[in-house]
Nanobody, 124 residues
Framework: QVQLVESGGGLVQAGGSLRLSCAASGRTFSNYAMGWFRQAPGKEREFVAGVSWSGGSTYYADSVKGRVTISRDTAKNTVSLQMNSLNPEDTAVYYC?????????????????WGQGTQVTVSS
């Protein structure tokens, strides 16, 4: 079993930045791909970014490319999401997810463990 706990959400003005973190614990945390997803009210959960176990491969949704950077620290079992130039359309609950394969997928169904989520609200 893997437990994921997100932190770093909050309220920010348009144009601002936030850094989300996800701490993993539980079973041996190795060879997992990690992803960040978000879900706005009334919308489906959507892929934001993903990273391979080594951190050498990263993937981004077109909607956030150039504004968001995903990174991981395998020694600390953490994954971070640096978000810049935020706009109100980025408002959502952001979830961290782990996949029991070292292959990133943009489908939420491909992930085996999920955190509880952290709220990000961007005001205009």
């Amino acid at each position: 079993q893997v437990q994921l706990v997100e932190s770093g959400g909050g309220l920010v003005q348009a144009g601002g930045s936030l850094r989300l973190s996800c701490a993993a614990s539980g079973r041996t945390f190795s060879n997992y791909a990690m992803g960040w997803f978000r879900q706005a009210p009334g919308k489906e959960r959507e892929f934001v970014a993903g990273v391979s176990w080594s951190g050498g491969s990263t993937y981004y949704a077109d909607s956030v490319k150039g504004r968001v950077t995903i990174s991981r620290d395998t020694a600390k079992n953490t994954v971070s999401l640096q978000m810049n130039s935020l706009n109100p359309e980025d408002t959502a609950v952001y979830y961290c997810a782990a996949r029991l394969r070292d292959v990133v997928t943009s489908s939420p169904y491909g992930y085996d463990y999920w955190g509880q989520g952290t709220q990000v609200t961007v005001s205009s």
